[in-house]
């Protein structure tokens, strides 16, 4: 399909810079299995859903993953341009893969001090902008340094219009976090508060987790003119084989599994068997997901307003429609929604 079916045009104000408070006071455009559109807010979501149905959450937890320091000096070149590091894949205890700006100041063997602390050398450069980091100190002494030197990675159309604060370091991760790796958060689990997460156990809909996580690849473009040409980088999820067999028998039941974001279906989907049965799954995942596509293992879900041409809203236009969620887009940008990381949600049933 060509990119540009999946365009529309967003007010700039539309961009949210900042999160609802509390979290499930956020909006909710729920778009039913016909299209109906109904307006609620996230608090409201045990009221879509029924006894017996399972909620699925991707637990990963955001890292400070953007580094400012220099590239030290050359043999004969004694300037120390400043560069920008974002990591976003561990690929060793002690190497990361990154996007550097400006990648082009920078080349195989070349020394940089990321932080006042952090020394790493660029193994490798590759294409887009990537480089591979080989740092000097290992494993727990690195994370310890990358915790107290880095920033969090707030996507572009939030730190074009701002610098992240400390508030950012809450804002930015979900409340029931804890296996931290990626470079930015599953948005939809922004959400979800205590309070919500017993009034949905009191409606009798039972929680799981899996593990994607979120690379930085996530904020790159579709460069592509069409949808077949574009490439999606791989991120590493976790599907536990004790949590397949109870989704599992959530669906033999006759209930539905409601995926909390984009990752957390990805990462059902990636698992699924032909038919829709889901065994344990551990690896690399570069699922991309268009129009046309068969849903095996999802059957709701709830998720941010994505960006156009997003390979996120070609997802949630092959879940729901690419009509529907047209339309749906129209309307919440007519009733003022706000859009993206920090932006409110919508609750999509999958059309039959």
Known sequence: MRVDQFDFDLPEDLIALRPASPRDSARMLVVGAD?????AHVR?????????????LNDTKVIPARLRGVRLARANVATTPKIEVTLHKRIAPDRFLAFAKPARKLEAGDRLLLGSTIETTVAARNEGGEVELHFV??????DEAIAREGEIPLPPYIAGKRKPDARDARDYQTTFAKDAASVAAPTAGLHFTPELFTALSNKGVSRETVTL???????????????ADHKMHAEWA?????????????????????????TSLRTLESAAATDGTL???????????????????????????????STLFMLVSAF???????????EAIREHYRFYSYGDACLLFRRP
């Not at 299209?35 to 307006?39: A, E, P, Y």
């Not at 409201?44 to 909620?55: C, Q, T, V, W």
């Not at 729901?320 to 129209?330: I, K």
Request: proline residues 6%; contains cysteine; aromatic residues 8%.
């Open 213 to 227: 996580h979120v690379g930085a690849g996530t904020f790159l473009p579709v460069s592509a003119e069409d949808t």
């Open 137 to 142: 100190l290992n494993r727990t002494a690195l």
């Open 320 to 330: 729901s429609g690419l009509d529907t969620m047209r339309a749906a887009y129209a």
């Open 35 to 39: 299209g109906k559109l109904t307006h």
């Open 238 to 262: 976790n599907l536990p084989g004790d949590a397949a067999q109870r989704l599992n028998h959530v669906h033999a039941n006759g209930h539905r599994v409601c995926a909390v974001g984009t």
């Open 279 to 309: 065994p344990a799954y551990t690896g690399e995942t570069d699922i991309f997901i268009t129009p046309g596509y068969r849903f095996r293992a999802v059957d709701v879900l709830l998720t941010n307003f994505h960006l156009p041409c």
């Open 44 to 56: 409201d979501l045990p009221n879509f859903l029924s006894a017996g149905d399972a909620l699925v």
